[in-house]
C-alpha cells in the first residue's frame, strides 16, 4: 500500500464494479491488500471500502487499458473475469498496472508471475467453452432447444455467439447451473440472465426417440478391440457426463464406468 | 426394418474409418442451419477414446467389392441394411439441432455400379445442402471408380472429400483388394487434388465461384494387416502430403474381422502402439519440419517402441545439442524433445521480452524431465544434471512402451505408388512446405 494503511475493496461482481475498483486505486493512489465481492463475508481488522459500480469510472478505465496497453489486452482482461483462479481481482489489478507501466509489452511477458497465471486461466476458461460447443446437448421441447452445462468458468459469454450462429434463428436457451446463469435467445434476439434456477422438462415421444437414436449409435461406434475408458477420460473429463445424452442410462442414472486395468491404457 | 436397427447396422459398419475430424473450413450460418469452425468440434468420444465429431455411416453395407480386410465385404456374413437419402438427411438435422454432431460423414459400400453409389450420395448431400440449407460439416467418401463428372458435383457438396488408399503397396492390394488397384485409387484423388488447386484460381477470380472441397482431402491407410513397414507407410505419406496438398493422411490399427487366411487370426490385439507411432511422427512431418528419411532409413525401417519419433531423432543426433533457448531458431527448438509447437512459439515470444531461465521454462509449458538433457539457458546446463546414457534413457523412454516392444520381422517390400516423375516436387508444392501450410 502506498498510503500505509490496509483496505480491501468489496464491489458488486460486476466487471464495471471491477474497473470502478482499479479507478479507485488508481485515485487513491493505493493497491488494496483483497478485492472481494459482496457476497464473500469477510471477518478481517483492515477496513473495507464498498466501491460503487460507476459506468463512468469503468469505461475510462477500459478505454485507458485499450489506448496504453491494446485492444487485446482488454479482451484478455475481460475473459480473466469469467475465470475461477484464486485471487483472480487482485491478478487483473496487478496486469493492469504493469501493463499501464510497460505498455503493450505487458501481454508477452509470459514469465511474469501474474501474465502467466492469467494466461493459463484464460486458457482453462476458453478450452472449456471449446469443449462445451461441442459436449453441450440441446433437448427439443415443441420446437424450442434447451440445454443444461455446469462449467467450472462462466462460459456463457463466449460461446452464445457461436450457438447463435449454428442454430438458424432458431429459439434457444443453455442454462449454467453452476453460476445460475442462462444465455437466452428469442426472436433474433441474444441476451445473459442471472440469477435464475431451471429444470429440463421431462422430454417428449420425440425428443426421447432422438435420444435413444443417439444413444445406438454412440454405443455402435465404438471399437470393442479398442476399448481405452481412461483415454476417453482425458479428452471427455467426467465432470461433463451428467448433462451429455449418450452417458446416461435410460434409466435417468449416469453411465458409471471405471478404467479396467488394460494395456491399450498405458500408451502415452 | 426399423430406423434404430439401421442406425445400428450402418454405423456399426463405418467405425472403422478413422477419421472423424470437421477442421479445415470456417462458414458462418448466414441464416441456414449449421456453421463451420476451422479448428473442427469434437462432440463426443467413444468408449474407445476416439472422438465423434460427425455421424460416421454408411448409406448402405451391401457391397460389390471383396477386399478381404473389409467387415462389409461381399462373403461376409453380416446382417445388411440400406438408408434412403431422405432418412439420412432427417437423422442428421435431427442430431445436429441437439448439438449431437458437427456434420455428417457418408460413406458406402458399392451397390450396382460406382456411378450409382456416387450418384445416391449426391442426392443425400443436395437435399441437406439445398432442401435443409444446411451449413454444418460434411465429410464425403469418394467411390473408386465413379465418373470424374460426379466427383466435381460431390466436391461442391461437401466440405471434404477422402479416398482410402488402405493398404501401402501394390503387392499387398492385389493380395487382398482384388477389385481395387493403385490406379483405381489414385486416379479420383489425382483428380481430386487437381480440382482443389483449379478452385483456388476460380475463387481468386470469381468470388461467387464454387467451392470445391474446402477442407480439402483425406485418405486412410491400415496398419499392421500386412507386412508393410513403418518407413514404407512415412513414405507415402509424405509422398501424398506432398504430391496431392493432401489435408490429413489418417492410420488405422488392424481390427481382425473374421478369420482370413493371408490376414492376423481373429483375436490377434491391434496394434495401437505402432498406430501411435505414426501419428506422432505424421505431426513431426507436418508441423515439425521433419522428413521421413530423417525418422527412418534403409537399417531402421520401423520405429522403436520404447522412443517416440522424435527422441529417437534427437538421441541419434548428439551433434545437434545442446540448444541454447534464447537464441536458437525457432526451427531447432522444435527439434528438442520436450518442446512442443506452442510452446516453442511462447519461448519465441517470452525471450524478446526477459532473458529465459529453467524456472521460466516450466511456466511456458515446456517438460523439463526430457528437454534438459537437450538444452542451455544462458550458457549453463541444468542445476545439478548428471548426464549418464541410463538415465537419459530412463526419463526418454515412454512409460510402459517397453511392455509393448515385439520384433517383428519385416520382410523388405518397396513398392513405391509413385512413379520417379510424379516424385518431382512443383515449385508450387516447395511453396507450400516452405509457409507450413496445411
Known amino acids: 500500500m502506498l498510503n500505509g494503511r490496509d483496505v480491501i475493496y468489496c464491489y458488486d461482481g460486476s466487471f464495471d464494479g471491477l474497473m470502478s475498483c482499479v479507478f479507485e486505486s488508481y485515485l487513491k493512489k493505493e493497491i488494496p491488500s483483497e478485492i472481494i465481492t459482496g457476497e464473500q463475508e469477510q471477518l478481517t481488522l483492515s477496513e473495507v471500502r464498498y466501491i460503487e459500480t460507476n459506468i463512468k469510472r469503468s469505461e475510462r478505465v477500459m478505454r485507458g487499458i485499450k489506448n496504453k496497453i491494446s485492444d487485446n489486452a482488454l479482451l484478455f482482461i475481460k475473459q480473466a473475469f469469467l475465470t475461477f483462479v484464486p485471487q483472480r481481482d487482485m491478478l487483473i489489478l496487478d496486469f493492469i498496472r504493469k501493463g499501464l507501466k510497460f505498455g503493450r509489452k505487458a501481454e508477452f511477458m509470459l514469465t511474469d508471475d501474474t501474465v502467466d497465471a492469467l494466461r493459463k486461466a484464460v486458457y482453462h476458461c476458453t478450452h472449456e467453452a471449446h469443449l462445451l460447443e461441442g459436449f453441450i446437448r440441446f433437448s427439443d421441447h415443441g420446437g424450442f432447444l434447451s440445454a443444461v452445462i455446469s462449467p467450472k468458468n462462466k462460459v456463457l459469454p463466449l460461446i452464445g455467439d457461436h450457438f447463435t450462429d449454428r442454430l438458424g434463428g432458431e429459439n434457444f436457451f443453455i442454462y449454467d447451473k453452476t453460476h445460475r446463469m442462462a444465455f437466452v435467445y428469442i426472436d433474433h434476439r441474444g441476451e445473459i440472465m442471472e440469477n435464475i434456477d431451471f429444470e429440463l422438462p421431462p422430454p417428449d415421444e420425440c425428443e426421447q426417440s432422438f435420444r435413444e437414436l443417439w444413444r445406438d449409435f454412440y454405443n455402435a461406434i465404438e471399437i470393442p478391440e479398442r476399448r481405452n475408458p481412461r483415454c476417453r477420460m482425458n479428452n471427455m473429463p467426467k465432470r461433463f457426463w451428467e448433462n451429455m445424452t449418450e452417458m446416461e442410462r435410460d434409466n435417468g442414472n449416469i453411465l458409471l464406468d471405471l478404467p479396467q486395468s488394460d494395456e491399450n491404457d498405458k500408451i502415452d | ?438
Not at chain 2, 156 to 183: C, F, G, H, M
Open chain 2, 1 to 438: 426394418m426399423e430406423l434404430s436397427e439401421k442406425l445400428r447396422i450402418l454405423s456399426d459398419s463405418a467405425k472403422y474409418d478413422a477419421a472423424c475430424t470437421s477442421s479445415g473450413v470456417d462458414r458462418s450460418g448466414e441464416g441456414g442451419i449449421g456453421n463451420a469452425s476451422v479448428g473442427g468440434i469434437c462432440h463426443s468420444f467413444a468408449g474407445d477414446g476416439r472422438c465423434i465429431s460427425l455421424l460416421k455411416i454408411l448409406m448402405t453395407n451391401y457391397c460389390l467389392f471383396d477386399c478381404k480386410y473389409c467387415v462389409n465385404r461381399r462373403s461376409n456374413d453380416v446382417p445388411r441394411a440400406r438408408f434412403s437419402p431422405d432418412e439420412i438427411a432427417d437423422l442428421t438435422i435431427g442430431f445436429y439441432r441437439r448439438n449431437y454432431i458437427e456434420g455428417l460423414f457418408l460413406s458406402s459400400g458399392v451397390i450396382q455400379s460406382p456411378d450409382y453409389t456416387c450418384e445416391q450420395i449426391i442426392e443425400t448431400l443436395s437435399i441437406l445442402r439445398n432442401k435443409y440449407n444446411f451449413r454444418g460439416y460434411i465429410h464425403a467418401k469418394a467411390i473408386p471408380g465413379a465418373d470424374p463428372e460426379l466427383i466435381n458435383r460431390l466436391g461442391t457438396l461437401a466440405d471434404r472429400i477422402s479416398v482410402n488408399i488402405e493398404l501401402p503397396s501394390q503387392k499387398s492390394l492385389n493380395a487382398l483388394a482384388p477389385d481395387k488397384s493403385k490406379k483405381s485409387i489414385l486416379l479420383p484423388m489425382g483428380h481430386i487434388s487437381g480440382r482443389i488447386r483449379e478452385n483456388k484460381y476460380d475463387i481468386v477470380k470469381y468470388r461467387s465461384a464454387p467451392k470445391f472441397a474446402p477442407a480439402g482431402q483425406s485418405t486412410q491407410m491400415i496398419i499392421g494387416a500386412t507386412p508393410d513397414s513403418d518407413l514404407q507407410i512415412l513414405r507415402l505419406s509424405e509422398a501424398m502430403y506432398r504430391n496431392y496438398t493432401l489435408k490429413r493422411v489418417f492410420y488405422s490399427a488392424y481390427v481382425p474381422v473374421g478369420d482370413q487366411k493371408l490376414l492376423p487370426p481373429a483375436g490377434t490385439k491391434p496394434p495401437l502402439l505402432r498406430e501411435h507411432r505414426l501419428y506422432q511422427a505424421d505431426w513431426l512431418l507436418r508441423f515439425y519440419g521433419f522428413r521421413a528419411e530423417e525418422l527412418l532409413d534403409e537399417e531402421h525401417q520401423n520405429f522403436d517402441p520404447m522412443f517416440d519419433p522424435k527422441c529417437n531423432w534427437a538421441l541419434h543426433h548428439p551433434e545437434c545439442f545442446p540448444v541454447e533457448i534464447n537464441t536458437a531458431e525457432k526451427e531447432m527448438l522444435l527439434r528438442v524433445p520436450g518442446i512442443g509447437v506452442r510452446s516453442a512459439q511462447r519461448i519465441v515470444i517470452a525471450r524478446r521480452q526477459a532473458k529465459l531461465d529453467y524456472k521460466d521454462l516450466k511456466k511456458l509449458g515446456v517438460v523439463l524431465k526430457r528437454a534438459i538433457y537437450f538444452i542451455l539457458c544462458g550458457g549453463k546446463r541444468f542445476d545439478g544434471l548428471i548426464v549418464t546414457e541410463e538415465g537419459i534413457m530412463r526419463q526418454l523412454m515412454s512409460e510402459s512402451a517397453a511392455s509393448e516392444r515385439e520384433k517383428q520381422d519385416f520382410s523388405n517390400m518397396q513398392i513405391s505408388f509413385f512413379d520417379a516423375g510424379n516424385m518431382l516436387p512443383t515449385m508450387e508444392d516447395r511453396v507450400k512446405c516452405l509457409t507450413g501450410e496445411m
